[in-house]
């Protein structure tokens, strides 16, 4: 893959907001994507994924977008809670190949 | 999900000591695991993929007679630093996927290496 970023490294919201987590790619030909979390001093936690075939795709208080023609992908959490703070980060990978990892996006939750 | 259990979880080392690294798929038969490195406030970089059996597929700049990698069973991969220095502190994170996972990678718990 090629780069992947985030537009916002770090996010505050209130605890029971909604939050959005956004993510751009440059690779075209990413077919699989998938939204990590990190807490502080563990490894990620597999949050949500997604197909190319797919544009968007529900998981408990999650929802993943995915827009292919402005390459963006995004992370949508529910209700949010104070177990929700963490790092989050989106992968891509094509062809279920090696996973190429964002930069991150710190999530605080405001109580 | 599948349990990838990764130890030590943190390790204090002289430099110039060598610090072996075990990640274990508890659940599931690893067909091919991957190791990562992360420096604080970064995201995760590939150093390696590992198929059991073979020889580790090392990422451009990675080191592979510092970074020994074995994948001898489908539940074992261990990442071996050799000859540490201070600047090979760092946070490593193994992953682990196979046809019981349907293709998704898991993670461990990941392992702070200090050398001093």
């Known amino acids: 893959g090629e780069n992947v970023g985030l537009h916002l490294p770090t996010l505050s919201v209130q605890e029971g907001d909604n939050s959005i987590i956004n993510c751009a790619y440059s690779?075209?030909?990413?077919?699989?994507f998938i939204w990590y979390k990190q807490e502080s001093g563990k490894g990620p936690q597999f949050i949500i994924d997604?197909?190319?075939?797919?544009d968007k795709r529900q998981g408990q208080r999650v929802t993943v977008l995915l827009n292919k023609t402005v390459k963006h992908l995004s992370l949508q959490i529910a209700a949010t809670q104070p177990g929700d703070s963490a790092v989050y980060f989106c992968?891509?990978?094509?062809?279920?190949?090696?996973?190429?990892f964002g930069t991150g996006t710190r999530l605080t939750i405001i109580p | 999900g599948a349990v990838v259990s990764q130890h030590p979880s943190w390790v204090i080392c002289k430099s110039g000591t060598s610090v072996k690294i075990e990640c274990r798929s508890l659940?599931?038969?690893?067909?091919?695991m991957f190791w990562y490195r992360q420096f604080p406030k970064q995201s995760l970089m590939l150093m390696a993929t590992?198929?059991?059996?073979?020889?580790?597929?090392?990422e451009q700049g990675v080191e592979k007679d510092k970074f020994l990698i074995n994948h001898a069973s489908l539940t074992l991969s261990t990442l071996t630093v050799t000859s540490a220095h201070p600047e090979d502190s760092s946070f490593y994170i193994c992953?682990?996927?196979?046809?019981?996972?349907?293709?998704?990678?898991?993670f461990g718990s990941g392992t702070q290496l200090s050398v001093l």
């Open positions: 992953s682990a996927t196979g046809s019981a996972t349907n293709e998704k990678l898991f």
């Open positions: 690779n075209s030909a990413s077919d699989y």
């Open positions: 997604i197909r190319s075939n797919m």
């Open positions: 992968a891509e990978t094509i062809g279920n190949e090696k996973l190429t």
């Open positions: 659940d599931f038969q690893a067909t091919t």
């Open positions: 590992s198929n059991e059996g073979s020889k580790a597929t090392y």
